[in-house]
């Protein structure tokens, strides 16, 4: 059968390491055209574009960056239109790629430990950044843009990809602030009155730190803007939405600015999980009036929350239940190791647990929903912020240890059971997307949409999977293959 309980092979591996290197290859090629290599059908009523973004490229005209998050953001497009998909690849125009390119060398320093060729005394106190725009891309008031949270987005022409130029949406952002690449949709709560709402955060960091959260309205407009002072040094990737709080896991990481300024090393290798204190949760109601509540976790790293949502019992007390992939460390990333070589077993396996913050008596209670090694979460987008019955994430093929993540888990958190689809032994994905069939009513009626790498064939291909199944529906083959990406979005036509 096509969805199975998993099989543990735990001493066997689930795939070979040459494989999963490949996906890794550049693509330096862009690309338009109508995808006529198809295994099934497509669903008539899947209507809409899928967008995803991603790093396009691990070296600059050969010269190795030293991680894939300091690629340039290569965008994807799917659109599903009249029985057919056209795909069409482009990178982000940004002012790094296009003076790279043009010098045909690394011109910048990048976040992950790209350094400039030349050594420490090219990179000494050389503190730019490039805005690689390779995080996740979004479509929102009548604008798709390319984000990358330690700046601002860049507006993209959603039909032709083409680069517009930095966006500071209407004048919200101050030349240089950051805007996160994980914005939330409030599918419309009482605090938005019943409208749909884009709400999104940027950090400042420093020895402290702040977090200005943005509410957009469906035209993308500006409906509200609330700044937070937070003490110490935040490094927040993601954040969870329910109707009245937008809630933050602020990580304990250290962050060590001298090697990074002497040029020795990249920013994000000079941070430094301190196990010894506790994870914050920062809950910030999202009216600027409430105050902001903070409650101690056991120490663990977040990278991505799954949902959030309120309870409130008799007595009109509320608890904030949060699902998130936690990594019970981050491991310091080694200035010269090459992530090619990476060692999975070094690495904690990040995994799906459940947090609730009861807000009357200040504490919190941790469970792990999934032994699983796993990250991407995704959900219906009609119940964000609501309690939601099922979660689509991506998975390792093996339940033991730390593995590529090659394989989708549905999880159904009402009767605890899940199931599995594996792209095993020579697949390889990233992010799924879970589509709603248009006129649902059941929360798991849809698609999965994943981009996978397919290595016996050095292609990508889009996998559409039934969302209640998990069996394939289709499978789009593309010409080209897609490196490992990071976000993206489905607009409906
Ligand atoms: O100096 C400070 C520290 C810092 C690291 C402040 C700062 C904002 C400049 C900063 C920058 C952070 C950035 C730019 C983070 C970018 C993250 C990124 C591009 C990707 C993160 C991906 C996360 C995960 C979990 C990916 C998983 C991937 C796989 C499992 C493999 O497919
Ligand atoms: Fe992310």
């Known amino acids: 059968p096509a969805s199975h309980q998993s099989s543990n092979l735990s001493s066997n591996l689930s795939y070979s390491r040459e494989d999963w290197r490949r996906g890794y290859q550049s693509q330096p090629q ?50 599903f239109a009249e029985g057919r998909a056209h795909f069409r690849s482009r990178y982000v125009r940004t002012d790094g790629y296009v003076a790279e390119q043009k010098a045909g060398r690394i ?18 106190l ?24 330690a700046a601002e987005p860049h507006g993209l022409d959603p039909h032709t990809l083409e680069t517009l130029g930095l966006d500071r949406l209407q004048g919200t952002l101050p030349a240089g602030a950051a805007f996160s690449a994980h914005p939330r949709v409030d599918p419309g709560s009482p605090h938005s009155g019943g409208e749909p709402r884009l709400v999104n955060f940027g950090v400042k960091a420093g020895l402290s730190s702040s977090i200005t959260l ?22 927040l ?11 933050f896991f602020q990580n ?53 929350h799954a949902n959030a949502y309120e309870e409130t019992d008799e007595s009109g007390n509320r608890t904030v239940v949060v699902d998130s992939i936690c990594y019970d460390f981050f491991p310091t ?55 939601t019955r099922y979660y689509y994430i991506a998975t390792a093929h093996n339940v033991e240890g730390n593995s590529p993540l090659q394989a989708v ?35 798991d009626d849809g698609w999965v949409l994943v981009l996978t790498y397919r290595a016996d064939r050095h292609q990508s291909a889009l996998a559409i999977l039934q969302g209640q199944t998990l069996e394939p529906v289709a499978t789009l083959y593309l010409q080209e293959h897609i490196p490992y990406g990071l976000h993206g979005t489905f607009t409906p036509a």
């Open 126 to 149: 050389d503190t730019r950044f490039k805005n690689i725009a390779n995080t996740n891309v979004i479509y929102w008031g009548g604008k798709l843009l390319a984000l990358w949270e």
């Open 107 to 124: 011109l910048y320093r990048g976040v992950f430990g790209t350094q400039k060729p030349g050594g420490w005394l090219a990179n000494f």
């Open 252 to 304: 304990p990481m250290r962050l060590n600015p001298l090697p990074f300024a002497l040029g020795l090393k990249g920013a994000g290798q000079c941070l430094e999980f301190q196990g010894d204190r506790p994870t914050q949760a920062l809950i910030i109601p999202r009216d600027p009036q409430m105050p902001m509540q903070t409650i101690d976790l056991p120490a663990c790293f977040v990278f991505h």
């Open 333 to 387: 990333v080694e200035p010269d190791a090459d992530f090619l070589e990476v060692d999975f077993d070094l690495y904690p396996p990040g995994k799906l647990w459940r947090c609730e913050l009861d807000l009357a008596r200040n504490t919190a209670q941790r469970t792990c929903l999934s032994d699983r090694p796993c990250e991407f979460p995704s959900q219906n987008p009609s119940t964000v912020g609501q309690k």
């Open 409 to 443: 888990i549905k999880v159904d958190l009402s009767t605890g059971t899940s199931q599995i689809h594996s792209f095993a032994p020579r697949g390889f994905m990233g992010e799924p997307l879970f589509v709603p069939r248009p006129g649902a009513t059941a929360e």
């Open 237 to 247: 990737h993601d954040f969870a939405l329910t109707p009245h709080y937008a809630v």
């Open 30 to 79: 862009e690309s338009s055209y109508w995808i006529t290599e198809m295994e099934g059908t497509l669903p008539p009523d899947l209507q809409g574009t899928l967008f995803r973004n991603g790093p396009g490229l691990m070296d600059v005209k050969g010269q190795r960056i030293h991680h894939p998050f300091d690629g340039d953001g290569l965008i994807a497009q799917i659109t």
């Open 214 to 235: 943005y509410e957009f309205n469906p035209q993308g407009d500006l409906v509200q803007q609330q700044t937070r002072d937070i003490p110490g040094f935040a490094f």
